[in-house]
Every structure is written in C-alpha cells, then in structure tokens.
C-alpha cells in the first residue's frame, strides 16, 4: 500500500464521508480535511420527507456524523461551510472560501474526491421563486418548509412531480393536514416503473384523497387570495398555499466542468471503474458521477446513497493503491406511500426498449404475501422482465404493501448474481405462514418465467387487445364475467372447460384471460394439448386493465 500524504474531499453526504472514514482505516498516517459548503457533513436526506411529516420529530436525528465524531473518532478534519471554488490541477491545489467571513485560501493536495452532490431541479418558469414554493435537498430546505406549515398553515399543497420524492413528500404532507395535489408531466407516476405496474400507485393516492393528474405540464406559478396559483399547459390553474418543487436532481459539476474534467452525455463527472476521474488525482463519487448500468451497459445517473457509500469505498481503495472496481448501478429502489409501497430492481421494459433490446420477456402475477390460509395475507403486483435467450434476470418490479420489498431484495441480489429464472425457481426461501408460502412470490415469479421459455405458456400482448382478431375467451365464473369483461369476450369457466371447449373455434387464436392469471394459464395448457392455438393474457384482468384503462 501507498501511503498518501494528503488527501481532501471537496463535500460529505454518503460518497465524501464514506471515502473519508475508509480512508482512515487504511491510511493512518494520511492528512485528510473534507471541506463541505454546508453546515452539516453527513445527514441522512433520505430522511428529510419524514422530518417534514414530523414523523421524525427530532433534526439531530438526520444527523448520520458531526464534524466533532470525524475529528474525535477518525482524526479527519472536518471544515463546514467551506466552499471549494476552483482547483489548479497543474499546481494540485484548490481554493476555498469560507462562508461565513468571506476569506479565501488554498490548499494543496496529493489526491483530491469530488463528492459535490447534486442539485434539485428549480425550471425557469414565471413566479418560480415566490414566496411558498420549496425544494427538498437538506436540512435546511426541510426546515423551511416545516417553518413554512407552521407560520402560514396552509391547506393544499401542489406537489409537481410524481417521482420517489414527490410521493414521500405527498405521505408527510398528508400527515400533516394538507390536501395534496400532484401534478406529472408524464402519463404515468414513477418513471423507473414501467407505466402498467405505475397505475395501481395512482389509483391507491387517489382512493386515499390524493389527487393525481397525469400529463398535466406546469408553466408557470402566481400570487393568488390565500397562496399560489399553478398554472399548467392545458390552461387549468390548481390552487396551492404551498407548492414543493420534485421534479429530479441534476449532477453538481460545476467544479469539475472549471477545471477541465471530463463531463458525460448525461451531464455527470466522468469516470473509470475505480471512481477516477480523467485526471488521475482526482476522483469523484456520488450523485454527480455517471456510472454503468449493469443490465444495459449504458451510462447513466444513479443519485442513490447506497451506490454513492460504496463508490466512496471504492476511491478510498484506489487512492491506498488497493485494486478495486465499482460493478455498476441496477437502480434498486423502492419508495412507500399512504400504506402502499412500490419498489424496483434491474431494467424496466421500456429501459430496455430505448436501449435498443429485443429478445426479452415480461410476465406478471400477483401472490399474496405470504400463506393465503394465514389471515391478513396482502397481493403484491409483481411483474418480472427476463431474457429469451438464456433466461438470465434483467429486471422486476413490485407494488404492494408487506413483503414487497424483501421480494424485490431477493431478486436484486439475483440479479446481480447474474441469476436466471430457474434459479428463481429452485430459490430456497424462508417459510413459515406468517412470513411467506411454500412457493415463495420469488419462486412463482421464476416458474412463471421458466414455463414462457420451455414454451408451456405462450403470451399475448394485453396492448394488442383492442385490435386483435383472435377470440377473446374469459374462463372465470358467470357472476365474475358479469361485473366487468374485456368487450366482445366469450365466457366458459374454467369448471366447464373440458366439457364445452368445442364451442371455440379451431382456426382462430384463442388469447384467454382470467381475474389474475392462474386459471387462464391452466385453460391455456388445456387447450394447448386439445390442440388449439392458445395465449394466455398475463397477470388476468388485474394486470389488463392498467393497460386498457
């Protein structure tokens, strides 16, 4: 190992303060000043939409690590409110400005970590810095709007932005009283979603007296009696005594841009698979890099503090002379909402699509969360995405309430084991009523999966059903059928099945639905081995209907 004499690392969060503490371990003889522009070196902004609910009611709860803990524990100094201005990559020197007196000075080092963080998207739009309208990024930022409540006691909030933070920030400010109305640009919540699994999110803000409109473009914000006035594309104006500003984070690179670093397509830091940047002595990590996706191999943005810690790990390494390489990101995340959580892993369908992939497979079910015979067994909306061609894991997503996330932390980790649905299949998983069922959500999502590969389950495209000339079969009971049914559906129960299956057509494709998948695909193995052209819908009616609406 090659000890390095002096180290700085311009901002703290998850990537500056994990590389720090690493670094000290490895090195401890290094000089190590971390310099952060803010007053605070390491808080847990993932907290800040449950400060503002009050469920967290104490601020010193956000904070992960003082500058007194960094000195007292590590011997790392660390200097708040220091902004680092510019960087003399020639001389290895930075030049620094503290806040608070205004005075300038520089430092010198012998290798240099970019962690500046990202910032909240704030558009030019009219009346964007009006009194009112917030963003959410640091403690102060919580604190204002907290203060905000508190002094002005508003009664509905715009949120504009459906995104990870946009549905936190809807939860606590419906904690706290306030009628809430979010507003997307998309047609659907949660872009890394795809929009099918996106919908039942949707339908649970809205059953929980959350308005969503979708498509809906923001354009501008005024004074109005008792607030604000959101004005959107369409011409409609929402009320709002409040409004909190969602609508992504963008890379800081300003910094690095001045002293000449390479800056991506995306608009992050550049960087190797060791978290250097094109200058060799100068790293950077967190949510101003880009970094591979691992399924697609694209560049992309990842502003999440667990792939952030563990590139600060890995600049740590690199700097000490340690061999280490960042894997890439799989953009495992997971967000809850008024009871409901929603989370993902891998790619999403329509990820794919754009990067330019064809030979690929989704399929949908919706298992309880654990034994059915056990009471308070909750549906998870489960949806998997898989290659054709070896069966290897590309991606899965979940809605639901208990379990999700455990399920989509199994099959991240498949994933990134480069895992395939067989093994999903013979995946041996904790059981016991209470907790999950002999067939684990996991195991039945690899089943499923497997019997689309050995062609013992052929699909139909819910999209295509609007337009398809194959005879629509609805295998659930009369009673079922009567209350909703795709048009111009043809109904034989399943129970009926064996005795009346002539009544089909032989020379017509047979695409055949049920309430959420299960019966369809026995009626479709039926059929198949009667000989007919047969495609099961997947995922039943509680999957098509977030197709055809």
């Known amino acids: 190992m090659v000890a390095t004499k002096r180290v700085l690392i311009v901002g703290g969060v998850a990537g500056g303060a994990s590389c720090a503490a690493r670094l000290r371990r490895l090195d401890e003889d290094a000089e190590i000043i971390v310099f952060d522009r803010g007053p605070y070196v390491s808080f847990a902004n993932c907290g800040l939409p449950y400060y503002v609910g009050n469920v967290i009611q104490d601020e010193s709860h956000l904070l992960v690590a ?159 009696p008792g607030g604000l006035q959101v004005k959107t594309a369409s011409g409609r104006s929402f009320p709002a005594g409040m409004v909190i500003l969602a609508v992504g984070v963008k890379p800081e690179v300003g910094l690095a841009e001045a002293a000449g670093l390479e800056i991506g397509s995306l608009g992050g830091i550049r960087v190797d698979d060791s978290m250097r940047t094109s200058d060799p002595q100068i790293w950077a990590v967190g949510d101003a890099v880009e970094v591979r996706d691992v399924v697609t191999g694209e560049w992309c943005l990842a502003p999440l503090a667990g792939p952030a810690n563990r590139q600060g790990r890995i600049a740590a390494d690199s700097i000490c002379g340690r061999p280490a390489k960042f894997r890439g990101v799989q953009g495992t995340v997971i967000c809850g909402c008024l009871g409901l959580v929603a989370a993902t892993t891998g790619a999403s369908e329509k990820r794919l699509r754009q990067a330019g992939f064809e030979n690929f497979q989704a399929v949908y079910l919706h298992p309880g969360h654990h034994a059915g015979y056990y009471p308070g067994a909750r549906r998870i909306h489960m949806k998997l995405v898989f290659s054709t061609q070896d069966g290897r894991l590309l991606g899965a997503q979940a809605v639901g309430e208990d379990g999700t996330d455990k399920r989509i932390d199994v099959i991240s980790m498949a994933l990134q084991m480069g895992a395939t649905v067989y093994d999903l299949a013979e995946a041996e998983l904790c059981y016991a009523p209470q907790f999950g069922a002999a067939k684990d959500p996991v195991n039945l999502a690899g089943m499923v999966a497997a019997n689309v590969l050995a062609g013992d389950l052929p699909l139909a495209d819910w999209r295509q059903v609007p337009t398809t000339e194959a005879i629509l079969l609805d295998v659930r009971d009369p009673l079922e059928f009567a209350r909703d049914h795709l048009e111009g559906a043809v109904n034989i129960p399943l129970s009926q099945l064996r005795e009346r299956y002539t009544e089909l057509a032989r020379d017509r494709e047979i695409w055949v639905s049920c309430a959420i998948g299960q019966r369809s695909y026995f009626a479709t193995r039926f059929l198949l081995l009667k000989g007919y052209r047969a495609r099961n819908l997947p995922g039943g009616l509680l999957t098509g209907w977030s197709f055809l609406g």
């Open 66 to 224: 003082s500058a007194e803990l960094f000195e007292r524990n590590f011997r790392i100094e660390v200097r708040t409110e220091s902004e680092v201005v510019a960087i003399d990559r020639l001389a290895r020197r930075i030049r620094v400005r503290e806040l608070r007196s205004g005075r300038t000075y520089e430092e010198s080092y012998d290798a240099l970590v970019l962690a500046p963080g990202a910032r909240p998207v704030r558009p030019s739009l009219p009346g964007v810095d009006l009194p009112g309208i917030h963003v959410l990024r640091t403690i102060p930022d919580s604190r204002r709007i907290r203060e905000w409540i508190e002094a002005e006691k508003p009664q509905q909030a715009v949120i504009v932005g459906g995104g990870f933070i946009g549905l936190e920030m809807a939860e606590n400010l419906v904690l706290r009283g306030l009628r809430v109305t979010v507003l997307e640009r998309l047609d659907q919540l949660l872009p890394p979603l795809d929009p099918e699994m996106a919908e039942p999110v949707a339908r649970h803000l809205e059953a929980n007296r959350v308005a969503v409109e979708l498509g809906c473009e923001v354009t501008g914000f005024e004074p109005a």
